[in-house]
């Protein structure tokens, strides 16, 4: 490799500045969040707690009432609402894309090979046409918007995320083990029961967080199928965001990232280890 | 699946206890919905919202030109916001592959805990939330956000430069949501890609050029056309980004769609203008995987005389 030589360090400083460009932008929001300056949020005039205090209702110095009174009411109402959906959402598409992945992996029947292109296709759908599909969808049945339709409609799109990790984890298995337990006697429930399931656990439970996070995170399709007083917690900061930028956003987005950091790190770190 | 009729039976019962509930909750819930919005995009608007349940063609007709009436006119600025949001799309698949090669081949050319720690980072913005790391971006960029307080503290300009609210807030924004998206297929091909082949080229008086033109480009192909399909799909219907980053001057299609939902009241134009934007994203899907089966005919050949 001493040819590239000159070459390599280039690379390397790229790399750095590669990093950067990801991680910058996000740091930035930790760091103003402690900012002190209410008239500028870019501007540093030294360090305070103020922004977290204001979005948990303690009384703060800095407050210049930039908060609604009723937001942190509205903000712990988002976040409950969000927690709800999530937990509902991926456990009920937790169990319907692992169904389908073993009907798929280990049956045989007509129309397999569209249950799996039809897996795909909540994927390669942009967003906001699933969203105003849901939307006509549940006006015209005269469903009213709640959080139960976010529920459901998170619910079309994350039964394939679930489906593609617990498929993966199927195809990695050995399918020897099944048969030997089928030799030595065992009915296809004990099989799936005692050997089947275990064995791809790792996959269904990874698909399920999965699941969570991106139900969590989803903004578009919630923005058009949550009704009034439904609002989840990125449709909240979306709207939020779209009344003016105030510092409070930062303390919520800082607590927003340490929470999603610590999770998928906490997920990605098991799944490193297990291999 | 030798065994008796019962035990055919039992697997029938079975896979009809595990397909059964799904398949009606996404026949419900997924495919009515799309039947429901392939049929509104054919039915008359409503005074009110709503619709009239008569056929209509005109709400295609004002987006492709046919529609001449009274009420409903062919207005050539949907198809400006069209062609628009697949330039912006395509400018937002160029820059994060331009981003992304050179920082694939750094990564893959580390020692292996480095390179899965490096990975790893890449990985971890796409869990923390969207609107989070779009709302990073607001504060870079706006009139008093962080880069033209910065810039102005150092001397570089006067006055702000107007930076949100343009194509290009709105393709920075969109790149540095999917760059993961870029990254991950770029990176599996890179990381095939086999280091002797590029001596190989070398000393056999290739230049620089030529190997890259040669051999590293072919050999990675479908780690680039596969990242670029993943973000153009994505980038196309985005309707997040151009609301934040683009505002009320930068329109892509995602927004005049919420638009005739939330403010129009014109649902069956709506409906028309999705139909629209999912017909152009399975087409460039059909394009894509001709493309990869006359590509894997192509190079199969070669590749197997090679190894035989």
Same mark, same amino acid.
């Given at each position: 490799?001493?040819?590239? *030589?000159?070459?390599?360090?280039?690379?390397?400083?790229?790399?750095?500045?590669?990093?950067?460009?990801?991680?910058?932008?996000?740091?930035?929001? /930790?760091?103003?969040?402690?900012?002190?300056?209410?008239?500028?949020?870019? &501007?540093?005039?030294?360090?305070?707690?103020?922004?977290?205090?204001? &979005?948990?209702?303690?009384?703060?110095?800095?407050?210049?009432?930039?908060?609604?009174?009723?937001?942190?009411?509205?903000?712990?109402?988002?976040?409950?609402?969000?927690?709800?959906?999530?937990?509902?959402?991926?456990?009920?598409?937790?169990?319907? *894309?692992?169904?389908?992945?073993?009907?798929?992996?280990?049956?045989?029947?007509?129309?397999?090979?569209?249950?799996?292109?039809? =897996?795909? =296709?909540? =994927?390669?759908?942009?967003?906001?046409?699933?969203?105003?599909?849901?939307?006509?969808?549940? /006006?015209?049945?005269?469903?009213?918007?709640? /959080?139960?339709?976010?529920?459901?409609?998170?619910?079309?799109?994350?039964?394939?995320?679930?489906?593609?990790?617990?498929?993966?984890?199927?195809?990695?298995?050995?399918?020897?083990?099944?048969?030997?337990?089928?030799?030595?006697?065992?009915?296809?429930?004990?099989?799936?029961?005692?050997?089947?399931?275990?064995?791809?656990?790792?996959?269904? &439970?990874?698909?399920?967080?999965?699941?969570?996070?991106?139900?969590?995170?989803?903004?578009?399709?919630?923005?058009?199928?949550?009704?009034?007083?439904?609002?989840?917690?990125? /449709?909240? &900061?979306?709207?939020?965001?779209?009344? *003016?930028?105030?510092?409070?956003?930062?303390?919520?987005?800082?607590?927003?990232?340490?929470?999603?950091?610590?999770?998928?790190?906490?997920?990605?770190?098991?799944?490193?280890?297990?291999? | 699946?030798?065994?008796? %009729?019962?035990?055919? %039976?039992?697997?029938?019962?079975?896979?009809?206890?595990?397909?059964?509930?799904?398949?009606?909750?996404?026949?419900?819930?997924?495919?009515?919905?799309?039947?429901?919005?392939?049929?509104?995009?054919?039915?008359?608007?409503?005074?009110? %919202?709503?619709?009239?349940?008569?056929?209509?063609?005109?709400?295609?007709?004002?987006?492709?030109?046919?529609?001449?009436?009274?009420?409903?006119?062919?207005?050539?600025?949907?198809?400006?916001?069209?062609?628009?949001?697949?330039?912006?799309?395509?400018?937002?698949?160029?820059?994060?592959?331009?981003?992304?090669?050179?920082?694939?081949?750094?990564?893959?050319?580390?020692?292996?805990?480095?390179?899965?720690?490096?990975?790893?980072?890449?990985?971890?913005?796409?869990?923390?939330?969207?609107?989070?790391?779009?709302?990073?971006?607001?504060?870079?960029?706006?009139?008093?956000?962080? @880069?033209?307080?910065?810039?102005?503290?150092? %001397?570089?300009?006067?006055?702000?430069?107007?930076?949100?609210?343009?194509?290009?807030?709105?393709?920075?924004?969109?790149?540095? @949501?999917?760059?993961?998206?870029?990254?991950?297929?770029?990176?599996? !091909?890179?990381?095939?890609?086999?280091?002797?082949?590029?001596?190989? !080229?070398?000393?056999?008086?290739?230049?620089?050029?030529?190997?890259?033109?040669?051999?590293?480009?072919?050999?990675?192909?479908?780690?680039?056309?596969?990242?670029?399909?993943?973000?153009?799909?994505?980038?196309?219907?985005?309707?997040?980004?151009?609301?934040?980053?683009?505002?009320?001057?930068?329109?892509? @299609?995602?927004?005049?769609?919420?638009?005739?939902?939330?403010?129009?009241?014109?649902?069956?134009?709506?409906?028309?203008?999705?139909?629209?934007?999912?017909?152009?994203?399975?087409?460039?899907?059909?394009?894509?995987?001709?493309?990869?089966?006359?590509?894997?005919?192509?190079?199969?050949?070669?590749?197997?005389?090679?190894?035989?």
């Amino acid at each position: 490799m001493k040819r590239y *030589g000159g070459l390599s360090r280039l690379l390397s400083v790229y790399g750095f500045l590669f990093f950067a460009f990801i991680y910058a932008p996000i740091v930035l929001i /930790v760091v103003f969040s402690f900012n002190a300056n209410p008239v500028n949020m870019m &501007i540093w005039d030294g360090f305070t707690l103020d922004w977290y205090r204001t &979005i948990f209702g303690f009384p703060a110095r800095l407050t210049e009432s930039t908060l609604y009174v009723e937001s942190t009411r509205q903000l712990y109402g988002a976040v409950r609402n969000s927690l709800l959906v999530a937990l509902v959402a991926s456990s009920v598409s937790t169990v319907f *894309g692992t169904a389908i992945a073993i009907a798929v992996a280990r049956f045989r029947f007509r129309l397999k090979s569209f249950y799996r292109a039809f =897996m795909f =296709m909540p =994927m390669i759908m942009p967003d906001i046409v699933l969203g105003i599909a849901l939307l006509i969808f549940f /006006v015209s049945t005269g469903v009213k918007l709640s /959080v139960y339709t976010i529920m459901i409609g998170h619910c079309t799109f994350l039964i394939s995320y679930v489906f593609i990790v617990v498929s993966a984890r199927i195809a990695d298995m050995d399918e020897k083990l099944e048969e030997a337990s089928a030799d030595l006697g065992a009915n296809s429930w004990q099989t799936f029961r005692r050997v089947t399931l275990p064995l791809i656990l790792p996959g269904v &439970i990874g698909g399920g967080l999965l699941a969570f996070i991106i139900s969590m995170d989803d903004l578009v399709i919630t923005y058009f199928i949550a009704g009034v007083d439904s609002t989840t917690l990125p /449709v909240f &900061i979306y709207g939020m965001l779209r009344r *003016g930028i105030k510092p409070e956003i930062n303390a919520i987005a800082t607590i927003m990232l340490v929470f999603s950091i610590v999770v998928a790190s906490a997920g990605l770190y098991l799944r490193a280890r297990r291999k | 699946m030798i065994g008796r %009729g019962t035990a055919k %039976g039992r697997r029938a019962a079975a896979l009809v206890g595990l397909l059964g509930a799904p398949t009606l909750f996404l026949g419900i819930f997924f495919l009515g919905p799309l039947a429901i919005m392939f049929t509104y995009s054919w039915l008359e608007p409503g005074l009110y %919202g709503g619709v009239v349940w008569n056929f209509y063609h005109l709400n295609y007709g004002r987006i492709f030109g046919w529609a001449n009436t009274r009420y409903e006119q062919f207005d050539p600025a949907y198809l400006q916001i069209f062609a628009r949001s697949v330039w912006l799309a395509l400018c937002t698949v160029g820059l994060s592959l331009a981003i992304c090669y050179p920082a694939a081949f750094w990564i893959s050319r580390q020692p292996e805990r480095r390179k899965n720690f490096f990975i790893f980072l890449i990985t971890l913005p796409f869990f923390v939330s969207l609107i989070v790391r779009l709302f990073a971006w607001v504060l870079l960029l706006r009139p008093t956000g962080f @880069i033209n307080q910065a810039l102005m503290a150092l %001397g570089i300009i006067d006055q702000p430069l107007e930076m949100i609210f343009t194509g290009f807030a709105v393709v920075v924004g969109m790149v540095y @949501i999917f760059i993961p998206f870029m990254f991950l297929p770029l990176y599996a !091909s890179v990381e095939k890609l086999d280091m002797a082949m590029v001596e190989a !080229s070398f000393d056999l008086g290739a230049g620089r050029w030529q190997t890259f033109r040669r051999v590293i480009l072919p050999m990675t192909l479908p780690g680039i056309v596969g990242g670029s399909i993943i973000v153009f799909i994505p980038s196309l219907g985005n309707f997040i980004v151009p609301s934040l980053l683009g505002g009320a001057k930068v329109l892509m @299609i995602g927004n005049l769609i919420e638009q005739q939902f939330l403010s129009a009241r014109n649902w069956p134009f709506g409906a028309a203008l999705s139909m629209v934007v999912m017909a152009t994203i399975l087409v460039s899907l059909l394009l894509y995987v001709r493309q990869m089966t006359r590509e894997e005919r192509v190079t199969a050949t070669p590749l197997n005389r090679q190894e035989a």
